[in-house]
């Protein structure tokens, strides 16, 4: 029984926890990986929803019209 | 005859994961029955593990309360809180997040002896906190776990696939 809570992803990822082959540590490369692409994903989502209200507002504070 | 049998399980798991693939990417016919089946018992073979894993836990608890262990205070609030739950359900409570905030409510009004109108300014108040909870820090939350969870299942799905997960094997 583990000390700590394993949660979510964590369950999956248990054998690498335990035991130390490369295809564990493979699985937690990659899934890292995966994690860092949809962060970037998300990133530039939400900067292309926040560019015009943030383009307009800049123009109001810059032309002062 | 192990590394035949290693080679078989792995053989058979790549083969079912293979079809369950096609089938919910576009098979028709014979294979989406095949898949649809294939879902239905991995569906009840979850369900399966799911109530093991709860007796699991309760013995395990059970075990560290009786033999005084450590942190077997928390065991005690573990079990308590999941009988509470159990016995609400039980007794037709359809969701016990609104009979909590109903007693918080209550014992708020009672406590604070204002009158009804600051019983109520408050109960407002509580409602909205409650629900600002549930929609930001809350919500955050479970969205990030769904996340790891669900890129985490296509890893392990893949490992499955191409046959380097090893846990139906050793």
Same mark, same amino acid.
Do not use: C, K
């Given at each position: 029984?583990?000390?700590?809570? &394993?949660?979510?992803?964590? #369950?999956?990822? *248990?054998? $690498?926890?335990?035991?130390?082959?490369?295809?564990?540590? !493979?699985?937690?490369?990659?899934?890292?990986?995966?994690?860092? &692409?949809?962060?970037?994903? #998300?990133?530039? *989502?939400? $900067?292309?929803?926040?560019?015009?209200?943030?383009?307009? !507002?800049?123009?109001?504070?810059?032309?002062?019209? | 005859?192990?590394?035949?049998?290693?080679?078989?399980?792995?053989?058979?798991?790549?083969?079912?994961?293979?079809?369950?693939?096609?089938?919910?990417?576009?098979?028709?016919?014979?294979?989406?029955?095949?898949?649809?089946?294939?879902?239905?018992?991995?569906?009840?073979?979850?369900?399966?593990?799911?109530?093991?894993?709860?007796?699991?836990?309760?013995?395990?608890?059970?075990?560290?309360?009786?033999?005084?262990?450590?942190?077997?205070?928390?065991?005690?609030?573990?079990?308590?809180?999941?009988?509470?739950?159990?016995?609400?359900?039980?007794?037709?409570?359809?969701?016990?997040?609104?009979?909590?905030?109903?007693?918080?409510?209550?014992?708020?009004?009672?406590?604070?002896?204002?009158?009804?109108?600051?019983?109520?300014?408050?109960?407002?108040?509580?409602?909205?906190?409650?629900?600002?909870?549930?929609?930001?820090?809350?919500?955050?939350?479970?969205?990030?776990?769904?996340?790891?969870?669900?890129?985490?299942?296509?890893?392990?799905?893949?490992?499955?696939?191409?046959?380097?997960?090893?846990?139906?094997?050793?």
């Amino acid at each position: 029984m583990a000390d700590q809570p &394993l949660i979510g992803e964590e #369950l999956f990822l *248990a054998g $690498a926890y335990l035991g130390d082959s490369a295809s564990q540590r !493979a699985s937690v490369v990659t899934l890292d990986f995966l994690r860092w &692409l949809l962060i970037l994903g #998300l990133l530039i *989502a939400t $900067a292309n929803t926040i560019r015009e209200p943030v383009g307009e !507002a800049l123009a109001r504070l810059l032309g002062g019209g | 005859m192990g590394r035949l049998g290693a080679a078989l399980a792995t053989a058979i798991a790549i083969g079912f994961g293979v079809l369950t693939l096609w089938g919910l990417i576009g098979g028709t016919g014979s294979i989406q029955g095949i898949t649809n089946l294939l879902l239905q018992l991995t569906v009840i073979s979850v369900a399966v593990t799911i109530l093991l894993g709860i007796l699991n836990l309760f013995s395990v608890h059970l075990r560290r309360i009786t033999q005084r262990q450590r942190g077997w205070v928390y065991s005690i609030a573990l079990i308590g809180s999941a009988a509470v739950v159990i016995v609400l359900w039980v007794l037709g409570q359809q969701s016990t997040n609104a009979m909590l905030l109903d007693t918080v409510e209550l014992v708020n009004r009672r406590w604070r002896a204002g009158g009804v109108r600051a019983g109520t300014a408050r109960t407002a108040h509580t409602t909205e906190i409650r629900q600002w909870l549930l929609a930001v820090p809350v919500s955050a939350g479970a969205r990030g776990i769904l996340l790891g969870i669900a890129l985490a299942t296509v890893v392990t799905g893949v490992r499955v696939l191409i046959g380097q997960d090893r846990s139906y094997r050793e």
